[in-house]
Each structure stands twice: as structure tokens, then as C-alpha cells.
């Protein structure tokens, strides 16, 4: 812990990902070995700096050749549209994204700006720290893995969803909803119902990456429950949902609601910003709209590789 890669990709991948790798690695493999059954990794890094592009993509090259069968889900936090940390985001990210393409069994992305706009919008925390933006992630990724730790009616496990929600391996990228968001203040007025907390998953403003699903196609769509719900309730409120709503799913997936249910209902942090409810629901779609956030990007490193800006 001395040094940083600086924000780029190279160093964190060859410079100083080449000498720490092989330390990494021998820490997980203790860990691994102390595991009765092992299902597979969770990988949080960032796309914009050096050490969460470079040495992450290392890292999860090297994981692919050791524990070769085993999942690997990636959680990353991905350049915002307007919140900016380091002017060579766009590299750092489009390289990172040709190197775990191949390696990523799922990638859920998650960008700061909407998060941001959750914690003002739904919790009314004027300048949101990082604390608050975790605990927001934390909530989407507890409910990910709910499966694995409690009982429930319908239970997911980590290869199921992958199944339900990859279907091309290249394309793995859903986009990830979590409801309701509410403060503790708002929280003692408003019992949501199971209806109520499905709806809110189809709103933009709930998502963790901006763009829009209503120009979209959807591919795939998991919805994971937990807390007070019973599948008649979710069967009501999915069925009123492909009604209503102008949800296109693709020509060749006709059927597209996956549901997993839980009994657990979600735990917050005392003293923290989101409210403890009954129910929640957290909603992983594959849909066509997180092109939206790839293009931003895109176009940012179109701008600058033109004028061949910080290549050396």
C-alpha cells in the first residue's frame, strides 16, 4: 500500500500489477482453501483509475487460469456522465472493458451520477459522501447474494442467474434497480406494497446507471424479493407490469421474467440513511439501454484519441 498506479491503466496492469500480483494471489488461495465450497468471486473495482482498471483486469486474468470453472461477478463503478475524477476515465475504461470482457462471467455496473441522484432525490442528502453511496450499493449486492445466506420460497443461486440473465457470454451487463429507497423519516407514513416496489423498479430514476430503459429492449429480467412477499403477490404485480407498461422484450425471449423470493428482509446500518422496511425488491435486467452509458464513453475517448491526447 505505498504507491498507486496514478490513473493508468498500464501501470496498475504491467508496471505494479506485476510485482503484487503474485502476493494477491497467495492470499486469496489461503482463503480459498479455507472455504468448504467454494462458488466463486465478487470483484469491486473501479473503471476510472489506474489500479481498478489495470490491476483488477490482471487480477481477473490470473483468477480465470486458476480457478478456471468458478463464477466471477464483477461490480463496477463505472465514469459518470458529469462527475468526473480523472480526465483519462474513457482510456482507463475501455481498456479495462476489452481485458475482463473474457474473463467476467456478469459485470454489474454502477454509476456514481445516478447514485448520487438517488441519495438527493429519495433521501434528501444534499452532498452525498462515499458512505452513502455504498450503503446503497451494498444494499443491490446483499440482495444478489440473499440467496446463498437465508431460506426463501423461490431461491437463486449465482450460476442460476447468470443463466437467466447472460444470454450470449459477451453480453453481460445488466443493468441493476433496487426499491424502495426511502428515508427513515419518509419510512413510518408508507407501507409499500409488493405492486407498489415492483413498479418503482421500471422508473429510471431507481436505477444505478443512467440511461433509459423505455428505448430499449429488454433481453432478460430478474427480479429478486425479499422480506414480506408471497409469489401471488409477485405474480399479480408482473403480470400488471407487462400489461401497463411498454416493456419490449427481444424477438427471441418471450417469456423474460426470472423471480427469486426471499424471507429475509433486508438489514440497514443503524444510524444510517435508508429506512428498515418489510419488503424489497431489487430488479437485474439485460437490456439493450446500457448501450447508452458505453456510447457516452465512447465518444469521450473518440474526442480525445483523435487529437492522440495522453498517449505516450
Known amino acids: 500500500g505505498k504507491e498507486d498506479a496514478a490513473n493508468n491503466y498500464a501501470r ?39 489500479t481498478g482498471s489495470g490491476f483488477a483486469s490482471l487480477l481477473m486474468e490470473r483468477l480465470s487460469v486458476d480457478y478456471g470453472k468458478k463464477s466471477k461477478l464483477e461490480f463496477a463503478v463505472y465514469p459518470a456522465p458529469q462527475v468526473s475524477t480523472a480526465v483519462v476515465e474513457p482510456y482507463n475504461a475501455i481498456l479495462t472493458c476489452h481485458t475482463t470482457l473474457e474473463h467476467s462471467d ?6 456514481n451520477e445516478a447514485i448520487y441522484d438517488i441519495c438527493r432525490r429519495n433521501l434528501d442528502i444534499e452532498r452525498p459522501t462515499y458512505t452513502n453511496l455504498n450503503r446503497i450499493i451494498a444494499q443491490v449486492l446483499s440482495s444478489i447474494t440473499a440467496s446463498l445466506r437465508f431460506d426463501g420460497a423461490l431461491n437463486v443461486d449465482l450460476t442460476e442467474f447468470q443463466t437467466n440473465l447472460v444470454p450470449y457470454p459477451r453480453i453481460h451487463f445488466p443493468l441493476a ?37 423505455r428505448h430499449g429492449k429488454y433481453m432478460a429480467c430478474c427480479m429478486l424479493y425479499r422480506g414480506d412477499v408471497v409469489p401471488k403477490d409477485v405474480n399479480a404485480s408482473i403480470a400488471t407490469i407487462k400489461t401497463k ?68
Request: aromatic residues 10%; neutral net charge; charged residues 20%.
Open 12 to 50: 496498475g496492469h504491467y508496471t505494479i500489477g506485476k510485482e503484487i500480483v503474485d502476493l494477491v494471489l497467495d492470499r486469496i488461495r489461503k482463503l480459498a482453501d479455507q472455504c468448504t465450497g467454494l462458488q466463486g468471486f465478487l470483484i469491486f473495482h473501479s473503471f476510472g483509475g489506474g
Open 177 to 213: 434497480t433496487y426499491a424502495p429507497i426511502i428515508s427513515a423519516e419518509k419510512a413510518y407514513h408508507e407501507q409499500l406494497s409488493v405492486a407498489e416496489i415492483t413498479n418503482a423498479c421500471f422508473e429510471p430514476s431507481n436505477q444505478m446507471v443512467k440511461c433509459d430503459p
Open 106 to 111: 456478469c459485470a454489474f455496473m454502477v454509476d
Open 245 to 312: 407498461r411498454t416493456i419490449q422484450f427481444v424477438d427471441w425471449c418471450p417469456t423474460g421474467f426470472k423471480v427469486g423470493i426471499n424471507y429475509q428482509p433486508p438489514t440497514v446500518v443503524p444510524g444510517g440513511d435508508l429506512a428498515k422496511v418489510q419488503r424489497a425488491v431489487c430488479m437485474l435486467s439485460n437490456t439493450t439501454a446500457i448501450a447508452e452509458a458505453r456510447a457516452r464513453l465512447d465518444h469521450k475517448f473518440d474526442l480525445m484519441y483523435a487529437k492522440r491526447a495522453f498517449v505516450h
